[in-house]
């Protein structure tokens, strides 16, 4: 990509920054909570109404809710840290309310109701997670070690969480799997605020930093709306080539594909993040983006399954690497008291891309066939590719060198570090 060179802060040097290996443990027992929550919460609300057709229009607005909402939940959470522990209860509570109607049965219209109120609650961990990172780290070379550390972890316990959900919910019951969900929440947040409060990690913004007044405000930072445009089509052209490839050769050898994918994301994550790169953020996005399109050509040139696994390894590896190299865009480009809220856009962004491909590419399917299911993969692709391209372009000419220059300092200044 850019003739990487080996050195710098190690992992194990990343996990023994103060007071990180507490926040990142119990940041990964409350990501837990939400990568095992989809089965327990879809059949507990079947449970409840006796229809899978109630269930999914509840399971899929508290989805929507939860996406659209987190940026605003995330602001509040950098204003006032406090509220994260009341986010935490009042989601608790609601998922205990839903689990309750899970034995006792509910009309449709309550279920909604209820799915909807969860969904407006959630508090941040993994934007949260990531910020906390930024101000832990010392410099851009530990930044880049955390992100990735982070980014492949929060990646494997979201790929991991449905096997685990399915499991408590053949072995005791939808309700019983959505308590368990609920009790590491409880146990997530509560560890995870202790930490906060134990650490000297400061979330609000210190006097005479920049100041982000709104969201709109956001969309100003140069790149930012970029950026996003960027993470949405990744998201988009990942669920689009899943309709295709299931629409091809069925389940099961799709589910082995997005295997490899994240296969492929976590080894290439890792990798990525233990190298120092020449090139900036914002270029290396750009060639992370044409690479992803790249590969999602090759399916659709040939239809073959050894095609197909070839090019999801290497998306993988683009993807998680692509977001990786966001959220360090954010950390160097938005105003510290912006960078919760802008890395929850990220998130949005890439989660309402699957949502928006994953409609488009059903409807593309019953009129076309999945030949141009799998073009329309590689088009949205390469529409993210050019507008990362035209957004690297368009950075100031001297970032690259001054970058250049921080991270070859942070590798010289890492190297007695134990790994």
Same mark, same amino acid.
């Given at each position: 990509?850019? @003739? ?16 990180? &290996? ?18 327990? %919460? ?27 909402? #987190?940026?605003?939940?995330? &602001?509040?959470?950098? &204003? ?9 209860? *009042? ?5 205990? $309310? ?6 006792? !049965?509910?009309?449709?219209?309550? $279920? ?17 997670? &990531?910020? %906390? ?11 880049? @070690? ?41 146990? +997530? /947040?509560?560890?995870?605020?202790? $930490? ?11 006097? +005479? ?27 988009? #052209? ?8 299931? #629409?091809?050769? !069925?389940?099961?050898?799709? +589910? ?13 994550? %890792? ?6 790169? @020449? ?30 696994? /070839? ?31 802008? !890395? ?8 309402? =891309? ?5 409609? /488009?590419? !059903? ?5 076309? =066939?999945?030949?141009?299911? /799998? ?7 390469? *529409? ?6 035209? $957004? ?12 250049? #220059? ?14």
């Amino acid at each position: 990509m850019s @003739r990487p060179s080996k050195g710098g802060t190690s992992y194990r040097a990343v996990l023994a920054l103060p007071h990180a &290996r507490k926040l990142f443990a119990a940041a990964m027992l409350a990501r837990l909570s939400y990568g095992l929550l989809g089965l327990p %919460l879809l059949l507990t609300l079947k449970q409840a109404t006796g229809s899978y057709a109630v269930a999914g229009t509840a399971s899929g607005v508290f989805g929507l809710v939860t996406a659209l909402l #987190a940026p605003a939940r995330a &602001r509040l959470v950098s &204003r006032r840290p406090r509220a994260l522990m009341a986010l935490a209860g *009042a989601y608790a509570s609601l998922l205990g $309310a839903i689990a309750v109607l899970g034995v006792a !049965g509910a009309a449709p219209w309550l $279920a909604i109701a209820l799915a909807t109120a969860a969904g407006t609650v959630p508090p941040p961990v993994g934007p949260l997670m &990531r910020t %906390l990172w930024g101000r832990l780290a010392t410099d851009q070379a530990q930044r880049q @070690r955390a992100l990735s550390l982070d980014t492949v972890s929060e990646s494997t316990v979201f790929a991991l969480g449905p096997a685990v959900g399915g499991v408590l919910i053949s072995e005791t019951s939808p309700a019983l799997a959505l308590a368990s969900c609920i009790a590491l929440v409880l146990v +997530g /947040f509560g560890a995870l605020g202790t $930490a906060l409060r134990g650490s000297a990690v400061e979330l609000r913004p210190t006097a +005479g930093s920049a100041a982000v007044r709104s969201s709109w405000g956001l969309l100003r930072v140069p790149g930012f709306a970029a950026l996003l445009l960027v993470v949405f089509s990744s998201g988009g #052209a990942l669920a689009v080539e899943e309709i295709a490839a299931v #629409a091809s050769w !069925g389940a099961g050898v799709t +589910g082995w594909l997005l295997a490899l994918c994240s296969v492929g994301g976590a080894l290439g994550g %890792l990798a990525y993040g233990r190298r120092t790169w @020449r090139l900036t953020p914002a270029k290396r996005l750009a060639l992370l983006a044409a690479s992803a399109a790249a590969c999602l050509a090759l399916p659709a040139l040939f239809t073959a399954v050894p095609v197909a696994a /070839f090019a999801l390894l290497g998306l993988g590896v683009c993807s998680d690497t692509l977001l990786i190299t966001s959220f360090l865009l954010v950390d160097s480009t938005v105003p510290t008291d912006g960078q919760l809220e802008a !890395g929850t856009w990220v998130s949005t962004s890439y989660n309402l =891309g699957i949502a928006a491909g994953s409609a /488009f590419a !059903g409807a593309l399917l019953d009129q076309a =066939g999945s030949g141009a299911v /799998f073009a329309l993969a590689a088009a949205t692709a390469s *529409a993210g590719a050019l507008v990362a391209s035209v $957004a690297a372009h368009g950075s100031a000419p001297g970032s690259e060198a001054e970058e250049v #220059a921080e991270v070859g300092e942070a590798a010289e200044g890492s190297e007695a570090v134990a790994r």
